[in-house]
């Protein structure tokens, strides 16, 4: 089986100026746009804690676990597969 990556790079001309990409060997899995790269590679994390259960706070953060579901809703859609029709 061919490894997971996930990267955020530079999407001129798309939707937003960066976007999350997630490609196993060299087929593009899911991918959707994203602000910056830093906005990017957050999302990539809490994407990965979430699906292996893990529900550490990032450091310095406070909030209660009721103020953290509000954020849920916010979140873009991943893992939308991408079309090879190139």
């Not at 906005?39 to 953290?68: N, P």
């Amino acid at each position: 089986m061919a490894f997971l990556t996930a990267d955020v790079v530079s999407d001129p001309g798309g939707e937003l100026p960066y976007k999350v990409v997630f490609k196993q060997g060299e087929t593009i899995i899911g991918e959707w746009p994203v602000e910056t790269q830093a906005e990017g590679e957050q999302q990539i994390v809490d994407l990965i804690r979430d699906a292996i259960g893990d529900e550490r706070e990032d450091e310095g953060d406070e909030e209660d676990d009721e103020d953290e579901d509000e954020d849920d809703d916010d979140r873009p859609r991943r893992g939308s597969p991408a079309r090879d029709d190139d």
